[in-house]
């Protein structure tokens, strides 16, 4: 059993060394580069935006794309020429960059004028595909001297023409789905009449 245990071990400790040595190092990732040869040199570096890190001796060296070996032997590379022999560098991810949250899909918003007899009268963003049910009650609903049969979208085409619908409320409280589902459209002008004597 303790045989199989140290065997497990050992496998997950060569397929994490592996999948670090095949990392392509990123900005934003934190690396401990260490030198056997002199502990003065050893440093955290936050890989920048660019790419890049800086590390005494050697200067600005590009980290970003690179796998850690890649790196190792660069740095080992560029401090050559201050060791009689050739340095042990040694590169280790600390952190991964964080990767920057998924901006949430904004939803499209289209502007809704009402006028006359509603609770709030004026310019109103809606989401696009609001039915004219939906776009009446986020006006507050209908006044109480609406004339209910008689409600009106104006909707205005590119070319400068305008089109009329006119609706009668209570067809929609009663359910009719013709009528309920027709949807607002950008710039539509809602206008609910005052209702007339005896109407």
């Known amino acids: 059993m303790l045989r199989v245990f ?3 071990l050992a496998v997950i400790a060569a397929t994490g060394a592996w999948a670090q040595a095949n990392y392509r190092i990123a900005p934003g990732d934190i690396l401990d580069v260490s030198v056997l040869e002199d502990p003065t040199l050893n440093k955290n570096v936050l890989v920048r935006p660019d ?8 200067g600005n060296i590009r980290a970003g794309g690179r796998t850690v070996p890649e790196l190792e032997r660069l740095i080992a590379n560029g401090l050559s020429s201050q060791f009689a022999v050739r340095p042990t560098v040694s590169v280790s991810l600390l952190q991964l960059a964080v990767p920057e949250p998924e901006l949430e899909e904004q939803e499209e918003l289209i502007d809704v004028y009402f006028l006359g007899e509603v609770a709030t009268p004026g310019l109103r963003q809606l989401k696009e595909g609001t039915t004219i049910l939906q776009a009446l009650a986020q006006a507050g609903g209908l006044g109480r001297f609406a004339a209910q049969k008689r409600i009106q979208v104006r909707r205005f085409d590119s070319d400068g023409s305008e089109q009329l619908f006119t609706f009668n409320y209570r067809d929609i409280v009663n359910g009719s789905r013709q009528v309920s589902g027709f949807r607002v459209l ?3 002008v809602i206008l609910v009449p005052e209702r007339r004597l005896f109407e």
């Open 51 to 58: 790419g890049g890190i800086s590390l005494l001796v050697v």
């Open 186 to 188: 950008e710039g539509d």
């Open 6 to 8: 140290v065997t497990l």
